[in-house]
């Protein structure tokens, strides 16, 4: 898997997602292989020794001939590699541990109606498994993403439970996961919420000309202006990305980095817009935006604090970054 360093200034902010309040039915949201599939690498042929060739032109060996010797080591093949399928998709459609207190009644209705359509037993099984998701998403996003897939292997034809399947796997850093399954989320219910994450992922996957398609797909001129701040964020990640740090810094430009609201993208944006001058060399300016974002960021989402203090270390040396001479008094023997 690719995986790049994400900062939290360019990461979109998670959506509705399990156990989170539904605009539409999403937001938003690496590429490590689940969803039922064996262990890279088995399978087929690809498990037999190098010296066993399908029975053509083999070496003869004792106690058959070539072609029986070979159909038994695929044989032998396929029955464990079935074995090892059956275990695998086991362990994920059982899934991690519930705890007891969670009921399924901590999700949203917006979510919960959309389990009407399945068993009331089956729905019942998959609503813990998302709110389970829900309560551990910021903690420990790997075993809320497993708490997902086992809602899947229920349910996969619902929109949220692939959608929370992809968020839980983009905020585990399953870059390729999270793409497929909001893709799937957004051809069941046609949102376009998905298409920060979707263009996010791009960019976990080293993408960035994918990531820039995303962003000028239409749709997103129909995002909510939250949403909107959130795409605008991940372009410019992506310019970036393609040392375009001019450009970058243009897209960043365009957007309301002196809004006097106090809504959770604002830091964010312009944490962004910090780390993009201060990788363009311009130390004076980033200090004073990383200083802006210390500003309106009471939550603490960002590390601007700790950037100012080490940009200050730089620039701005006090006293007690200076060296302090002797005095007399200090040399003086006893």
């Known amino acids: 898997m690719q995986e790049r360093p994400r900062n939290s200034g ?82 994920e459609y059982d899934g991690p541990e519930i705890p007891e207190e969670i009921t399924g009644k901590e999700l949203p209705r917006a979510v919960t109606a959309q389990l009407r359509g399945i068993p009331e037993k089956l729905a019942a099984r998959v609503a813990r498994h998302l709110a389970a998701a829900g309560s551990l998403i910021d903690t420990d996003p790997e075993t809320a993403y497993r708490h997902t897939l086992a809602a899947r292997a229920r ?24 793409l497929s399954e909001l893709r ?7 949102a376009a919420d998905y298409l920060p994450v979707i ?11 994918k990531a820039l398609d995303v962003a000028r ?22 310019r970036r990305d393609l040392r375009q ?3 970058a810094l243009r897209v960043l430009e365009n957007a309301p980095l002196h809004s006097q609201n106090r809504e959770p993208w604002l830091p964010r ?23 802006r974002t210390e500003a309106v960021d009471g939550e603490r989402t960002t590390d601007a604090y700790e950037q100012v203090a080490e940009l200050e270390r730089r620039l701005q040396p006090d006293a007690a970054g200076t060296e302090v001479l002797p005095t007399d008094d200090d040399t003086r023997e006893d």
């Open 269 to 291: 944006l312009r944490y962004a817009y910090a780390e993009t001058l201060l990788e363009a060399g311009r130390e004076e300016d980033a200090l004073t935006w990383f200083h």
């Open 199 to 209: 263009a996010d992922c791009e960019r976990g996957l080293g993408r960035a000309e």
């Open 217 to 238: 797909d239409p749709a997103v001129r129909k995002l909510g202006p939250a949403l909107r701040i959130e795409m605008t964020i991940v372009e410019a990640g992506a």
């Open 155 to 178: 349910a996969s034809r619902i929109a949220v439970v692939r959608e929370a399947c992809g968020e839980t796997a983009y905020a585990a850093g399953h870059f390729a996961e999270a």
């Open 184 to 190: 799937a989320a957004r051809r069941m219910n046609g």
């Open 10 to 91: 360019d990461k979109p902010r998670r959506g509705s997602g399990p156990g989170r309040p539904s605009g539409s039915s999403d937001d938003r949201s690496g590429d490590r292989g689940r969803g039922g599939r064996g262990p890279s690498g088995q399978g087929g042929p690809s498990g037999r020794s190098s010296d066993r060739r399908d029975g053509r032109g083999g070496a003869r060996r004792p106690g058959g001939t070539d072609d029986s010797s070979a159909r038994k080591s695929r044989d032998w093949v396929a029955e464990r590699d079935s074995v090892r399928q059956r275990s695998v998709s086991k362990e």
């Open 245 to 247: 740090l001019d450009a």
